[in-house]
């Protein structure tokens, strides 16, 4: 929100106060209390005036500050919160005439005693970010309304990422942001996942601790800060130092929530009957039939919308008119290896036998009058399930459950969005707090019965809505995009945002949403598709198998779904650095290289884990460019090598795409095509990409719970390279690019791509080595 005319003057009718001096502290063991009056205190007649801003310091864990931007301290504190995991302790606070001075690990905050307003965070012998004259203030406009506002410095060269899945340009600089989740599509500057959230490149991240409304002035309305304002008293946030992307990150979601473990089949492909199109039985196993005989891979199948009766989402029950014996279809799919997939939402149509239960009992969320809060969008009459009432929440997962008794796997968890703030929550819950924790509430009901229900690491939800903390509830896909190149680009801009906003794991729909693509996009979304974290076919009003595109398109179906698979070895070691450590398996180059500036505005390229660079290709005619960093990098599919540093031009057909291997890397390849679920280990090929002198790598191959079932070491000491395995019987490694060499522990077999040894036992030596 913006609350100035220019640098200079304010809009109409609003008043300011800012903090100008600190009249006195209060240290306590852990935390650090400053007084500071919004005009100087030239004698005893000043003090009789105010108003007077309370800031308080403290530190929920190292390198991260909370602070608290006090006016009034007489508010009624208001639900909902989010949950946050803060330890008090290892805070060191200091009080002398010049500063005072709070400390959290390796990050402090000076505030100045001494002359005009100012306050510093600082980190590695360096100030990061702080605020000096008229940054933190209270702001009251002429229609009463009362807001805290805080500004932080930007400094030259430094770029502010993250604020949720946000389909404009990646580097938020120069953006107005506004907090708050719409159903607004991919195109637009709503957002279906807002997070109070940004990343900087300057070693911090800063976290907003308000789940309602916040308003984002992103180097925009004073080009040198970052500004963030809540209506109200009050204004909680906590700086959290890094110094890297991924340390910012790692701490973030310390604090917020870790994603959860998802299970290993939901990294395969997942087909969808599209959302308004005329399906039965017979059209689904049409479907799983056609996949089947062109030797397609499938993992899921989705039900959309119609698996239930129109006007009676959600009441959960099949429609009996197409659907006549939903245990026996589920049986029948089941018995194909295939995992189900319904579509969920928490509104209660009026006609949804739902509705009268919900009502009578007190489960859907009310008026201030009492009556039950209705409308006719999306659903005539619909209603909302009142998700802060306990019982409510238990009557809708028994739904659920029944759906489960009956062999469904999943939900998508779709809608959450569109929450009213005219409204009463059961247990007293602030609607404006509310509108954007809703989906919270929603998805964690879902997502705690599935684990429940089916154990940890096993379940998994396909949600379209999302607010800070949901990561915790995967997986989450971009929502309504467009079938065009440029909602494909759209869509990868999201999921890199929402990447930097702690999630993660990210998808979207192949192909677009909205439309039908033509052959060519639809061939070019696949190879991005299926390098994502997750990958499923899915559209509105028409089907997306691939041979009513054309046979070409089964091809390359084929060929990204088998390799995925292959990589599923590589994925899952990705996916343990995101559950452990906060790390999104999908990652914007400036994440993975921060000290390259080139990488800084980069939007339409990532890295799937840390060692491969994916970038789409966005044109028909396959032209494309992307920036490869230092380093001699790899084609995966080819084994060419490419020389970093710069920019590359290059036109790939539709069975390709720039897929890089790392300078020194070593991805793991499994030997099954088939399915994404399988012993990794066994028959496992290491591919080894151009290994420094000295190198030494180690590789941990996962079973499908993300346990390590097997650990490889390879190293390179001149022209020698050694591999040696634990708990591994029949593996093999290739020298990618290697044009000779002898093996000891091993057998040579010709490759295409270099230097192929099929291990006899647990260690391999290739001497000789030379790249061809």
């Known amino acids: 929100m913006r609350f100035t005319d220019g640098y200079w003057m304010l809009q109409d009718g609003v008043r300011a106060s800012y903090p100008v001096e600190v009249l006195d502290v209060q ?30 310091y403290t530190s929920p864990m190292p390198d991260v500050i909370g602070v608290t931007v006090t006016h009034f301290d007489g508010e009624v504190p208001r639900d909902p919160r989010f ?92 953006q107005t942001v506004d907090i708050w989740n719409a159903d607004g599509g991919t195109a637009s500057e709503q957002a279906y996942k807002n997070v109070p959230f940004y990343l900087t490149d300057a070693g911090y991240g800063v976290f907003v601790d308000h789940p309602g409304h916040v308003s984002y002035e992103v180097a925009s309305e004073v080009v040198t800060r970052t500004q963030f304002s809540v209506q109200g008293q009050s204004l909680r946030y906590f700086v959290i130092y890094g110094p890297t992307p991924k340390d910012i990150l790692r701490k973030y979601t310390a604090l917020t929530g870790r994603p959860a473990r998802v299970p290993a089949w939901s990294y395969g492909l997942w087909l969808s009957t599209s959302f308004t199109t005329s399906y039965d039985e017979e059209t689904v196993s049409s479907f799983i039939d056609g996949m089947a005989e062109r030797d397609l891979p499938l993992s899921v199948f989705h039900f959309d919308c119609f698996w239930m009766r129109e006007f009676h989402w959600c009441d959960f029950e099949w429609d009996p008119r197409t659907f006549p014996d939903p245990e026996g279809m589920l049986r029948r799919l089941k018995a194909r290896g295939l995992k189900i997939c319904l579509w969920i939402n928490p509104y209660i149509a009026q006609r949804s036998k739902l509705f009268e239960e919900g009502k009578e009992r007190g489960f859907l969320v009310k008026k201030p009058n009492g009556d039950v809060w209705q409308w006719d969008k ?26 489960l008794d009956m062999g469904v796997d999943c939900f998508k968890t779709d809608f959450g969005e569109r929450i009213p703030t005219d409204v009463v929550y059961f247990d007293g819950s602030d609607p404006e707090r509310m509108h954007n924790y809703y989906t919270y509430l929603y998805n ?167 060692d491969l660079l994916v970038a789409p290709v966005f044109s028909a005619d396959g032209d494309t460019a992307y920036y490869v960093p230092e380093g001699t990098w790899t084609h995966v599919l080819t084994g060419e090598p490419v020389e970093g540093g710069r920019w590359v031009r290059e036109r790939h ?31 496992v090929t290491l591919h080894v990409y151009a290994p420094a002198d000295g190198a030494r790598v180690t590789t941990e191959i996962p079973d499908t719970s993300g346990e390590v079932a097997a650990t490889f070491t390879t190293a390179r000491d001149g022209d020698v390279v050694t591999v040696t395995a634990e708990n591994a019987a029949n593996w093999r490694v290739l020298l990618v690019g290697v044009g000779s060499g002898e093996a000891d522990g091993g057998t040579i077999v010709p490759n295409d791509q270099g230097l192929l040894v099929e291990a006899a036992g647990p260690t391999v030596t290739i001497r000789g080595v030379s790249q061809a």
């Open 444 to 610: 964690e009901t879902v997502f705690e019965l599935l684990r429940k229900r089916r154990g940890e690491g096993e379940a998994v939800v396909f949600a379209r809505s999302a607010t800070a903390g949901s990561q915790a509830f995967p997986v989450h896909w971009g929502g309504d995009c467009e079938s065009t190149f440029e909602a494909m680009a759209e869509d990868l801009r999201g999921g890199l945002s929402l990447s930097m906003s702690g999630f993660g794991y990210w998808s979207h729909d192949i192909g677009g949403f909205e439309g039908t693509p033509d052959p060519a996009l639809f061939k070019r979304w696949i190879a991005f598709g299926l390098l994502s974290s997750h990958s499923r076919l899915h559209g509105s009003h028409s089907y997306r198998v691939p041979w009513l595109f054309d046979e070409e398109a089964v091809d390359v179906l084929r060929l990204f779904t088998r390799l995925k698979a292959r990589l599923m070895p590589y994925i899952l070691g990705a996916a343990r650095e995101t559950y452990g450590e906060g790390i999104p398996m999908m990652r914007s180059m400036v994440v993975e290289f921060p000290d390259d500036p080139a990488v800084s505005h980069l939007d339409r390229q990532y890295m799937l884990g840390g």
């Open 378 to 403: 999306w659903q005539p009459g619909m209603g909302l399930v009142d998700f802060t009432n306990p019982e409510a929440r238990e009557w809708y997962a028994a739904k659920l459950d029944a759906l």
């Open 653 to 683: 057909d539709f069975l390709s795409v720039p897929l890089l291997a790392r300078p020194g890397s070593v991805i793991p390849m499994g030997a099954v095509e088939e399915r994404p679920d399988y012993d990794y280990a066994d028959g």
């Open 83 to 174: 949950r946050l995991a803060e330890e008090r302790g290892g805070v060191e606070v200091t009080v002398d005439d010049e500063a005072a001075v709070l400390t959290s690990g390796a990050l402090s905050v000076r505030v100045a005693r001494q002359g005009p307003w100012r306050v510093d965070f600082s980190a590695g012998g360096r100030v990061i970010t702080g605020g000096g004259a008229k940054t933190t203030a209270i702001m009251e406009t002429g229609d009463g309304k009362h807001y805290i506002r805080e500004q932080l410095d930007l400094g030259v060269g430094h770029h502010v990422y993250g604020l949720g899945e946000r389909f404009g340009p990646l580097v938020k600089n120069g």
């Open 27 to 56: 240290a306590g063991p852990d935390s650090l209390s400053v007084y500071a009056p919004t005009q100087h205190i030239r004698h005893r007649g000043d003090l009789l005036k105010g108003p007077q801003l309370t800031l308080t």
